[in-house]
């Protein structure tokens, strides 16, 4: 084993640097909840880790006139002491928040759970859902890619070489909106979830459902964004029928597998279960916004 | 690459040590600085047992690297009590029969300490959801909710 | 031992006690509140190296060559070790008693010889200065294995044409003993009466099979040691264990060396439940510490914890109960196949003896089978091979109950062993308080509240025999009259507490100012390991006699000084007074010390024992749960934990030992067991995936103590640590069972599990 290096450069820039002329393999570390375990376990052989913790545009929450920016390496208990985005995107946080422990919410990012390349990763599905984008620096310069895309299979990502994620764009709430997050897990806490649902409303002036986003975690090999839960919701007043629809829509939306934490059958329904339950809360919030 | 060094305030002394890049926090502490009393159970940051706080944050030891730390903060079990005054939860704890082996205690020390500090009137369920992290397989927790009730209570004046 | 009468008496009115009964701070409490407590991990010694052990992770496979050239060669390493470098043993070296202990089998399961058995058993050892280099050298050393066919299930194991682990295995206990080799280790029957035929006069009949999975103890503290051998072939090993002495006897068979070159030095433990009553680490540390000729230190790693040490058997039952309409039970029948692992050895034996322990049945044939199969080698968790088999039993008592429609626990009310019970394994109980767990069970609050939708209650009732064995104390008397009470039993969960309390008693002096310690294997004589429950029983009786000991001491000098005869001087409180005249002024236990040059030298007591008349233990549980009927989540709402301690001598410590038997059986009940791949794999290597309960899955655990005082303790003490984990398997399935009104028989009830139940049932 060659020694690792470390360093933690304070702009984006010198990530950038380091990431392109790295030898071997450069590993961009915010919390570090993933990446210490997979390095300890000898599941990821990495040259350099490139802590970036250190620069502040990936440890801010920057309110903007038209959403909220924050920064990839932000944690759980940042973002969840944030009370703008509590109040505009509860589900978001939610998600974040459902993160392994107190210990590991002191640490663990949005960015690094959604890089990480897990399909169960608590973080995503609700961002999908709120239809953030994320904001890459690389070689060429940056460019804005929506969240659903940067998974693309487990652990592998569409990040190029010497890329990585500076920071999230939230948009503004619209009026008659709500989200929410629910996952499956067989504790109460420290479980990775076996199914998760994120689910994003906007209703009209006489509760009809105008626009929706419904994001399913850990059933498949990368979240999924499901049309044809939003189709079950958009046009109706989230009616039983609507309701059932959308359950079936996402059970039908599953391509999960058996492992140790849940059976192939098991998450196809808990899928359609959960997607009504969060459905149910976020159209209360929705309601009160 | 050579090994860095890093300087940090432990327990409120300056300390300084010598690591590598792949030594945790928690192996900082206990093969450098010869802090033992934070525990390693499973390295993963599954059981809690190596809770220290840094920065004013409750982390597991485990999932930082030594070199994170340089310039910051860290408390740990041994910084808890002053001298022989033990911290009211440390009074409780052993009051309430809240360790049989001991071995998650100073974890479980750390991280109530971290809880009372951010909310001083915890719940039950509260206090249950915060100490999730920290694994005990020998008391079935009942007794350390207590113990850290009673804490509480205490360091709100109420007893 | 001529005071026992004087002692029961006392029981009859508690108040009699002064420290007993109590619920003082645990003399080792402060050190391990402030971080200063000394575990396995945490010892050094100067020119330490560090080691680490090369594990198969292969299920079964052939070893054809080890080759250590490379790592040899690498900077750093001082040492390496394979199966070969350990003395050979003969394969009928061992211990028989309810369960076997095999020199052989263990010698192998430390270091693989000639095949590997398990995902994770332990090829070779590498000791390096540091532990980097000693992993970068251990991936170095390269192994050939011929792989075989993994058989990881009972079911598996047992059918005719499955692979065979052990050539030569021929299942013990069959008349004629079977030709053929099997994966079946053994057969053990117990019979009371003539089941078959009683099951005839039955109105009703229960019959169902049972299932559970491989758990493991869970213990927060990893295996680690440090062992030192001199040049002179002297060694010492720092370990945490639940048994200095047993590490001692185990590391001498393995290596071949006499006891008295071998001293083992205890350190705190940080749990152990049964798992810390075998050798991993330590034979390996020793070699490698000659080889390299610097102290070794080895810690294990959760994954290694988890894959290569514990867990206990996972297996199948068959539990039938037959009974009148009116709930007399009139036969029953419990057929169990227990995982061993790999190498012989399941508890299956007292599963059998322990499943129908709390009713009165003339009836009964209980039939076990040990069966190997390619995972780690079981060991010993709290009341090993009850659980299960109260599982099965407790669930078809259930069963039983619904069908009659009587309340279980009246059902068992009517059918509780009481005294002069025949037990199915043979005693005639003596005074047992399983009645009055049953009774005390039932007038709770918790069990007479009403439950919402979705919700569901179950009772179960478990029984541990206790165990006594030998145990050494030596209660010594310092010049200032304090006292330091030593004994060879680790302390696991607050024992030091409870030999100083009943020290206390005998002495008459402060809790405070005895101070109890676990000596190490030079300092006391023998003791067995703690496990059985047997500590603060067997060495809280030795140290009663140790005490007792000092004091006729004491009163020996008193009556010197006095120039009277010692029956003339009676001890209480601390202080000897003379009977006959009271021109003596009374001497207190100081005084008598600061004198002890003048009247004869250091004043001690001792007690090295093999103690009789354990006294067994009884509970019964109440769980309440709610089942989300779309998920399968199952939350506990509420859990009473009611036992027969016979004597509390800590209460609080009591309670914790009740408590934390409850949730470990929760966990076992719900979501804990090992996940293998086909293959053989181990998948759940860690805390994220191997799920014991969290502080946020459980309420509290309400106890109620229950004193029946054990007639052959001096304080009437029976035991407390291992019957509060046999019922929860079974009160928890039939709570969730009730819940949603389908039997639930196979363990663990994971939420996939229950969902597919429903489901099915739709």
């Known amino acids: ?250 059970s039908s939306a599953c391509n999960p597998i058996d492992d140790k934490r849940g059976t192939i059958k098991y998450r196809t329904k808990v899928a359609g279960v959960l997607a009504r339950r969060a459905t149910v809360i976020a159209l209360k919030r929705a309601r009160k916004n | 690459m050579a090994k860095h060094h890093v300087e940090a305030i432990i327990n409120g002394d300056p300390a300084e040590f010598l690591c590598g890049t792949e030594q945790t926090l928690l192996d900082c502490l206990r093969d450098e600085l010869s802090l033992t009393g934070s525990k390693e159970g499973c390295s993963s940051g599954d059981c809690g047992a190596c809770s220290v706080i840094l920065d004013g944050r409750l982390v597991c030891a485990c999932l930082v690297l030594g070199v994170e730390v340089n310039g910051k903060k860290v408390e740990t079990i041994e910084g808890v009590a002053k001298g022989d005054d033990l911290h009211p939860l440390q009074k409780h704890f052993l009051q309430e029969a809240a360790l049989q082996c001991g071995i998650c205690t100073p974890g479980f020390i750390v991280a109530a300490k971290a809880l009372l500090k951010e909310n001083p009137h915890p719940t039950e369920t509260e206090i249950r959801y915060w100490l999730a992290g920290n694994l005990c397989r020998c008391t079935g927790y009942d007794k350390i909710i207590t113990a850290v009730q009673k804490a509480a209570a205490e360091m709100r004046g109420e007893s | 031992m001529g005071n026992e009468k004087d002692h029961l008496e006392a029981i009859e009115g508690k108040e009699k006690f002064r420290y007993i009964g109590t619920s003082p701070i645990r003399p080792d409490g402060v050190d391990k509140v402030t971080g200063r407590a000394n575990f396995g991990a945490d010892f050094t010694a100067n020119g330490m190296i560090h080691g680490r052990v090369v594990r198969s992770s292969h299920a079964h496979a052939k070893i054809k060559s080890i080759n250590i050239e ?176 047993m590490v001692r006897a185990f590391v001498a068979k393995l290596c071949a060396m006499n006891a008295s070159k071998i001293k083992v030095i205890p350190s705190e433990i940080g749990g152990g439940f049964g798992g810390k009553t075998k050798v991993y680490l330590e034979p390996l540390a020793l ?37 009148k309409k009116d709930g007399t039970l009139v036969a029953a029948e419990l057929e169990m196949e227990y995982e061993a692992g790999a190498f012989a050895g399941s508890p299956v034996k007292l599963g059998c003896m322990t499943g129908f322990a709390p009713y009165n049945l003339k009836h009964v044939s209980c039939i076990g089978w040990d069966v190997v199969v390619n995972r780690p080698q079981a060991a010993a968790y709290r009341a090993p091979g009850a659980p299960v088999a109260a599982f099965a039993v407790e669930s078809a008592m ?159 000098r008193a009556a010197k000084v006095w120039d009277v005869d010692i029956d003339q001087v009676e001890w209480k409180d601390g202080i000897a007074t003379c009977i006959e005249t009271d021109i003596h002024k009374p001497m207190t236990i100081a005084e008598i010390a600061a004198m002890a040059g003048k009247t004869g030298g250091a004043i001690s007591g001792k007690a090295n024992i093999n ?91 309400d106890t109620v103590i229950v004193e029946v005082p054990n007639p052959g303790h001096p304080y009437g003490v029976r035991g407390v640590g291992e019957v509060p984990i046999v019922p929860p398997l079974g009160a928890v399935a039939n709570a969730v069972s009730h819940a949603i009104g389908i039997r639930m028989a196979d363990l663990p009830m994971s939420p996939p599990k229950i969902l597919a139940t429903i489901d099915a049932a739709d």
């Open chain 3, 70 to 245: 490379k790592a040899l060669k690498m900077k750093g390493v001082k040492a390496i070790v394979t199966g070969q470098d350990f003395p050979k043993i003969d394969p009928s070296d061992k211990v028989v008693g309810e369960v076997v202990v095999s020199f052989y089998d263990m010698s192998q399961n430390v270091i693989a010889r000639d095949k590997v058995f398990y995902d994770g058993h332990a090829v070779a050892a590498v000791a390096a200065t540091s532990i980097k280099i000693a992993e970068e050298a251990a991936a170095l050393i390269e192994i050939e294995y011929e792989v075989l066919p993994a058989v990881m299930t009972v079911i598996d194991a047992m059918k005719k044409n499955a692979p065979v682990l052990h050539k030569g295995m021929k299942t013990e206990g069959m008349d004629p003993v079977p030709k053929r080799s099997s994966n079946v280790a053994s057969r053990a029957e117990l019979k009371l009466g003539n089941a078959a035929e009683a099951f005839k006069d039955a109105d009703v009949i229960v019959e169902r099979d049972y299932t559970a999975q491989t758990v493991h103890q869970g213990y927060i503290e990893p295996h680690a040691c440090v062992a030192e051998v001199s040049a002179d072939g002297m060694a010492t090993i720092w370990s945490s264990s639940q048994g200095q002495f």
């Open chain 3, 398 to 556: 259930d069963e039983l109950a619904d069908t009659l429609g009587i309340d279980p626990l009246e059902l068992r009310i009517k059918n509780a062993a009481v005294e002069g019970t025949q037990a199915p394994y043979g005693v005639k109980f003596p005074k047992i308080g399983c009645l009055e767990t049953l009774r005390q069970a039932k007038a709770t609050e918790h069990y007479n509240m009403p439950l919402g939708p979705n919700q569901g209650r179950g009772v179960a009732s478990g029984f541990w025999f206790n165990i006594g064995g030998q145990s050494s104390a030596s209660v010594m008397v310092n010049p200032d009259g304090t006292v330091i009470v030593a004994t060879g039993s680790p302390d696991i969960g607050g024992s030091r507490a409870s030999m100083a309390l009943m020290a206390a008693e005998v002495l008459g002096i402060d809790y405070d100012n005895i101070k109890p310690l676990v000596a190490d294997t030079e300092s006391v004589p023998f003791s067995d390991l703690t496990g059985g429950s047997r500590v603060t029983f067997a060495t809280g009786k030795a140290v009663v006699e140790a005490a007792e000991d000092a004091v006729n001491d004491m009163k020996r």
């Open chain 1, 1 to 250: 084993m060659a020694n690792l290096d470390y360093s933690s450069p304070s702009s984006v820039k010198e990530v950038v640097k380091i990431l392109t002329t790295a030898k071997g393999k450069a590993k961009v570390m915010a919390g570090g909840t993933d990446l210490l375990v997979q390095l300890r376990a000898g599941r990821l052989k990495a040259s350099t880790i490139v802590d970036v913790k250190n620069i502040s545009e990936l440890r801010t929450i920057k309110k903007e006139k038209n959403g909220f920016t924050i920064g990839a390496a932000v944690s759980g208990a940042e973002l969840g002491a944030h009370k703008a985005v509590n109040k505009a995107w509860p589900g978001v946080v939610e998600g974040l928040e459902l993160i392994g422990s107190t210990q590991i919410q002191g640490r663990a990012s949005l960015g690094g759970n959604l890089c990480n390349g897990s399909p169960a990763a608590d973080g995503v599905p609700g961002m999908i859902a709120a239809g953030a984008t994320c904001l890459i620096a690389g070689p060429k310069g940056t460019r804005t890619v929506p969240v659903e895309k940067i998974v693309v299979s487990p652990g592998r990502t569409s990040l190029k070489s010497g890329e990585f994620l500076v920071s999230f764009f939230l948009p503004n709430r619209p009026k008659k909106s709500g989200d929410a997050y629910l996952r499956f897990i067989p504790r109460t806490e420290m479980d990775i979830a076996v199914v998760g649902v994120g689910v994003s409303l906007t209703l009209d002036k006489k509760g009809m459902c105008t626009d929706a986003r419904v994001s399913l975690g850990a059933v498949a090999p990368t979240a999924l964004l499901v049309k044809n839960c939003a189709n079950a919701l958009i046009g109706t007043n989230i009616d039983e029928d609507a309701l059932n629809a959308l359950s079936e829509a996402a």
């Open chain 3, 287 to 323: 070699l490698l510490s000659r080889q390299s000729g610097r102290p070794v230190k080895m810690v294990m790693t959760r994954e290694e914890v988890l894959r290569a040490t514990g867990p206990t058997s996972g297996g199948h039952a068959r539990a039938k109960i037959g009974a």
């Open chain 3, 611 to 701: 103690a009789k008349g354990a006294g067994a233990a009884f509970a019964t549980h109440i769980c309440d749960v709610e089942v989300d009927p779309e998920t399968g989540y199952v939350q506990v709402l509420r859990y009473t934990a009611v036992q027969d301690v016979g004597t509390a001598i800590h209460p609080a410590y009591v309670e914790g030992q009740m408590q934390g038997g409850a949730v470990q059986g929760i966990g076992w009940a719900l979501n804990e067991e090992y996940v293998y791949s086909k293959d053989g794999q181990l998948q759940n290597t860690g805390f994220l995936d191997y799920r014991v309960p969290v502080a946020s899955d459980m309420p509290m655990i």
